[in-house]
C-alpha cells in the first residue's frame, strides 16, 4: 500500500543529503498524519518525524533529526517527503514510512506502515 525510497539512491557520503519520498496507492496521504520511523541494525525502531494532516501542517521531530531533517507534503502527488542534510554515520537505517501519531512528546507509528528502504551513510 505504501512505499518509501530514497532519491539518488540511499548510499551518501558523511554530511550529504539525501531526500526520501513515501508514496502510496489505494491510500491517500493527506487524510493522516504520516511519519518516518528507522530501525538501524542491532537497535530498537526510532520515530524520526511526523507531518500532521491539517492545514497547519504541523511537524514533530526526533531529537536526533531536529535541525538537519524537514518534513513535508506535496498532496498533489500523494507524496510526503523527508529531506535529510548533514547525513551522520548514526544515520544508517532502513527507514520505513507510516501513519503516525505523537503522544505526550514520542511518536509512534499506526495502522499503514510503507515498506523500508535502506539508507548507508559512509565514506
Known amino acids: 500500500l505504501m512505499s518509501a525510497a530514497g532519491v539518488w539512491g540511499g548510499l551518501v557520503n558523511p554530511g550529504g543529503s539525501l531526500r526520501l519520498s513515501c508514496t502510496a496507492a489505494?491510500?491517500?496521504?493527506?487524510?493522516?498524519?504520516i511519519g518516518w520511523f528507522r530501525r538501524a541494525p542491532g537497535k530498537e525502531r526510532e520515530g524520526v518525524s511526523c507531518?500532521?494532516?491539517?492545514?497547519?501542517?504541523?511537524?514533530f521531530y526526533s531529537n536526533s533529526a531536529k535541525g538537519r531533517f524537514t518534513i513535508s507534503r506535496d498532496n498533489s502527488l500523494n507524496t510526503v517527503y523527508l529531506q535529510m542534510n548533514e547525513l551522520e554515520v548514526e544515520d544508517t537505517a532502513t527507514y520505513f514510512c507510516?501513519?503516525?501519531?505523537?503522544?505526550?512528546?514520542?511518536?509512534?507509528?499506526?495502522?499503514?506502515w510503507g515498506k523500508g528502504t535502506q539508507v548507508t551513510v559512509s565514506s
Open positions: 507510516a501513519t503516525c501519531q505523537v503522544v505526550m512528546g514520542s511518536l509512534f507509528g499506526m495502522d499503514y
Open positions: 489505494g491510500l491517500t496521504l493527506e487524510e493522516y498524519p
Open positions: 507531518i500532521a494532516n491539517n492545514k497547519d501542517g504541523r511537524t
